[in-house]
């Protein structure tokens, strides 16, 4: 008797927060996703990605997201994923919230990437959904360390790093839209995740699919 999601497991991953539910989207929440994107993920008259992946018309952002998440499934494997999760609040699509690594099985580390829709941003979803990523990290895999990077202008990521213990770990110079941007590197080992974990956070369905991350 064949089980749900028995040939890809990762779509049986649930992670929960207080407000929030995370998981790798099927077409139609992916389509959703997607929607969200095309609606606004910030003010035309900035870019806070070092890859400006939402400059284009909305239906062109749209389709860009929704085949960028079929190709993390696509190009998925156990040396070198990335874990696209859609972020739900009461049932409602409101960003998307990335865990990425290159052999994790011998580095034991993972990065994380993010995005709020407009109309969901300043209600503290950003903590909470990378604290839930950080979560499945530590406590389910078995994870060292993370990192991640922001823009030196973009408060907001900053301040999620820095609530969540987060150290900055260097910068580094990347080129945007045809100039050069400093980007801020940050660091956040085992221990210090401990010390400022503050979001419950729950797992369901990682041991179907614990192998698939290399861990």
Same mark, same amino acid.
């Given at each position: 008797?064949?089980?749900?999601?028995?040939?890809?497991?990762?779509?049986?991953?649930?992670?929960?927060?207080? @407000?929030?539910? !995370?998981?790798?989207? /099927?077409?139609?929440? +992916?389509?959703?996703? #997607?929607?969200?994107?095309?609606? %606004?993920?910030?003010?035309?008259?900035?870019?806070?990605?070092?890859?400006?992946?939402?400059?284009?018309?909305?239906?062109?952002?749209?389709?860009?997201?929704?085949?960028?998440?079929?190709?993390?499934?696509?190009?998925?494997?156990?040396?070198?994923?990335?874990?696209?999760?859609?972020?739900?609040?009461?049932?409602?699509?409101?960003? @998307?919230?990335? !865990?990425?690594?290159? /052999?994790?099985?011998? +580095?034991?580390?993972? #990065?994380?990437?993010?995005?709020? %829709?407009?109309?969901?941003?300043?209600?503290?979803?950003?903590?909470?959904?990378?604290?839930?990523?950080?979560?499945?990290?530590?406590?389910?895999?078995?994870?060292?360390?993370?990192?991640?990077?922001?823009?030196?202008?973009?408060?907001?990521?900053?301040?999620?790093?820095?609530?969540?213990?987060?150290?900055?770990?260097?910068?580094?110079?990347?080129?945007?839209?045809?100039?050069?941007?400093?980007?801020?590197?940050?660091?956040?080992?085992?221990?210090?995740?401990?010390?400022?974990?503050?979001?419950?956070?729950?797992?369901?369905?990682?041991?179907?699919?614990?192998?698939?991350?290399?861990?």
């Amino acid at each position: 008797m064949t089980t749900p999601y028995e040939h890809w497991p990762l779509h049986g991953l649930r992670i929960r927060t207080p @407000r929030l539910e !995370l998981r790798l989207p /099927d077409t139609a929440l +992916t389509d959703r996703l #997607a929607a969200v994107a095309a609606a %606004g993920v910030h003010a035309p008259d900035r870019m806070p990605f070092s890859v400006p992946w939402t400059d284009g018309e909305p239906g062109a952002v749209a389709r860009a997201v929704f085949q960028h998440v079929l190709s993390t499934i696509a190009n998925w494997s156990t040396a070198d994923w990335a874990l696209s999760l859609a972020v739900l609040h009461d049932g409602e699509v409101v960003g @998307r919230q990335d !865990l990425t690594a290159r /052999d994790f099985g011998v +580095t034991r580390q993972v #990065a994380t990437g993010s995005w709020l %829709g407009l109309a969901h941003q300043r209600q503290g979803f950003g903590t909470e959904m990378r604290a839930a990523a950080l979560h499945l990290a530590f406590a389910g895999l078995g994870a060292e360390s993370a990192v991640s990077a922001a823009m030196t202008d973009n408060p907001a990521s900053l301040g999620v790093s820095r609530r969540l213990g987060y150290l900055p770990d260097g910068t580094a110079v990347a080129a945007v839209r045809g100039a050069p941007v400093l980007l801020q590197r940050l660091r956040l080992d085992r221990a210090r995740w401990e010390e400022y974990r503050r979001v419950e956070v729950s797992v369901e369905g990682l041991d179907a699919c614990r192998g698939d991350f290399g861990a």
